[in-house]
């Protein structure tokens, strides 16, 4: 009976090990997929952060080329600047005063 007692004790210890060291192994796969992500998703972070930065030095360097144009072209069209400016602000009062 003492045998007996013994395989069922050391059958239920090898079990216990068995599903210890599966959940063991669980765990670390976890982990391991879990770190892998994390690495992915600040991959991509960089990559997303990279091209809006680029986004953004090519609207700048656009805005400066543009503001560069204007202002060439109201040094060179002092009259035809003032004139827009004025035809500009006469649409946009007469806008305004059609809302009341």
Sequence with gaps: MATSKSN???KAHDAVDKAANTAHKGVDNAAEAAEHGQERAEAIARQ????????????????????????????????????FAFLAGAVAASLLCKRK
Excluded: C
């Design 48 to 83: 997303v952060s990279e091209q809006a930065q680029a986004i953004a030095d090519t609207a700048k360097a656009q805005s400066e080329r543009v503001s560069t144009a204007v202002g060439d072209y109201a040094k060179e069209n002092p009259l035809k600047t003032v004139g």
């Design 8 to 10: 069922a004790q050391t």
